[in-house]
């Protein structure tokens, strides 16, 4: 597969590896006295608070840290302070906000309440200083760069790598730590991936499923808003036990459908999901760490296994950015500055 070296998308995508090598390397003082808060306070839930691609990636944390250290983790909208003006009840849990910007007011304004309501509050932000930054009582900058495309690619990797790095430090979990210290040396196979297969049925599509599960979830959301960020193409994510709640209704209407396999206690469901769409009629493409053979009316896109279960979604998410580059240009498609989109959008 092939695409415009010219293009940012690409560029920063490129250098994910390098970046998720220099966070690991540079900011593992900063996860260990993070991770360390973290015992300290002892939160028994948590809640997130982002938008757009960081949302996507809180949907990872949330998992991380439910299968990690069995803690239940709430996305909680920005607008409940910021435009109706409530507060919570947070006294004793963790707040976490990422940003890339460090700078929406409803992010900072949820955060502020959540001070005054006693939570611990961490932010995850990709600029350093930055009023999102400077109000936590925690603060971690992923180290991704500058990011001039408007679509994220380098960012929202880099937040999960961080997330791991975060997770793996307060848990202490040294199976976590040694697993994300091999990842961009995976993350570097990855970009070679070649996922030219589904460019003609994406192409045609007149709608799109993106379906994982459990922390590939995050990534099928992230998935689904790229297909409409850079190519104007309507997707929409799913888990694969949602799926069948009524969206699998439409596999017959020209559906095509990417879904992020995974190698962990969902993979069973997910292999579900994905033989019975495409035995309704759809076009399904998997993306499998394990490589295995699906049949013939399943078309495999090769995929790098990471050195544990829960980091494959870098990988995958990776090889996607490679693939949506690439799309977006054979649709003539300029994927660095959509139409209608602002590469810092400040909401309240």
Known sequence: ??????????????????????????????????????????????????????????????????????????????????VYARNLQLTGAACISISQSGKSPDLIAFQDMARRARALTLALVNTSPSPLANGADTAIDIGAGPEHAVAASKSYVCSLSAMAGLVGAWTQSEALTTALAHTPDRLRAALSCDWSALVPAASTARSLYVIGRGPGFAIAQEAALKFKETCQIHAESYSSAEVMHGPIQLAANGLVALVFLSRDEARAGLLEAAARLAASGAQVFVADPLGEEQGQAITPLPCVAAAAPLLDPLCQITSFYRFIEHLAGALGFDPDAPQLLNKVTETL
Not at 43 to 50: F, I, K, R, Y
């Open 1 to 82: 597969m092939t695409g415009s070296a010219t293009t940012q998308l690409r560029q920063e995508t490129g250098e994910i590896p390098d970046r998720v090598a220099a966070q690991i390397a540079d900011r593992r003082d900063a996860f260990a006295q993070a991770g360390a808060v973290l015992r300290r306070h002892d939160p028994q839930m948590l809640v997130t608070v982002a938008r757009g691609s960081s949302d996507h990636a809180a949907t990872y944390l949330k998992y991380l840290c439910e299968m990690t250290a069995g803690r239940p983790v709430a996305s909680v909208g920005p607008s409940i302070a910021s």
